[in-house]
């Protein structure tokens, strides 16, 4: 079956811009949560969607945002990009509400914040 | 502020040896760890884990020990194989209802098996 599916695979932007990052869940799982994965802080979580509702949100500053459609997709959205947003974006999908863990990863899109 | 901690970025151990991955924690509500493994372009993948009422949990060639006393955990991987070059992801979970509580990620540890 298919796995989870993020795209872009690779984004470029300058700072100021915004940036949406889309996650398409394994078939059939209705939560789909989005970690921030940088070389000095390592994996660190950003928010929890389930049946369209945020359940969990990690420590980021309102920039960064999310939402979920009724098929499950999610959308991240960061505005007012910084440099110190560079980062590879990875969501995960389960079937389950908190679902660690038995989530599953995307590959993560790579974005560059120049 | 680091709850969980890998010190070593990164580590390098001949094909055939033991591998051995450390992780500190300081949150003593930390009660359920995990250990993930991810290859380049690849999202993370779940590889073992322990509850804090059992020191030790094994799985094939992969062992997590569990040091609650001293906040530790480490996986230890027997033999090492090319296959298990990888980073390497400590996680902790304050709580089992994991509708609660997120996983708390150490920074990886860079793992290269040399043939």
């Known amino acids: 079956k298919a796995g989870v599916t993020q795209t872009p695979r690779y984004l470029i932007k300058t700072r100021g811009q915004q940036v949406t990052l889309s996650c398409s869940p394994i078939?059939?799982?209705?939560?789909v949560s989005w970690y921030q994965q940088t070389p000095g802080q390592g994996l660190q979580f950003l928010f929890e969607?389930?049946?369209?509702?945020?359940?969990n949100k990690g420590n980021f500053p309102g920039r960064f945002s999310g939402r979920q459609f009724s098929n499950s997709r999610s959308e991240m959205n960061v505005s007012t990009l910084e440099l110190g947003d560079s980062a590879l974006y990875l969501c995960?999908?389960?079937?389950?509400?908190?679902?660690?863990?038995?989530?599953?990863f995307g590959s993560g899109t790579r974005l560059t914040v120049v | 502020d680091q709850q969980v901690k890998q010190n070593s970025p990164s580590l390098s151990v001949q094909e055939g040896r033991i591998s051995i991955l450390n992780c500190d924690y300081t949150?003593?509500?930390?009660?359920?760890f995990l250990w993930y493994k991810k290859y380049p372009a690849e999202g993370p993948t779940f590889l073992i884990s322990?509850?804090?009422?059992?020191d030790k949990n094994e799985d094939g060639r992969f062992t997590v020990f569990l040091n609650k006393s001293a906040k530790h955990l480490s996986l230890h991987i027997v033999p090492s194989q090319p296959g298990d070059s990888a980073v390497y992801f400590c996680?902790?979970?304050?709580?089992?209802?994991?509708?609660?509580?997120?996983?708390?990620f150490g920074t990886g540890t860079r793992l290269t098996i040399i043939p």
């Open positions: 995960a999908s389960s079937s389950l509400p908190g679902g660690t863990p038995l989530e599953t």
């Open positions: 078939s059939g799982h209705r939560s």
């Open positions: 969607y389930f049946s369209e509702t945020q359940r």
């Open positions: 949150n003593s509500m930390f009660d359920y």
């Open positions: 322990i509850s804090s009422i059992k």
């Open positions: 996680a902790a979970s304050a709580g089992s209802n994991f509708g609660n509580e997120k996983l708390t």
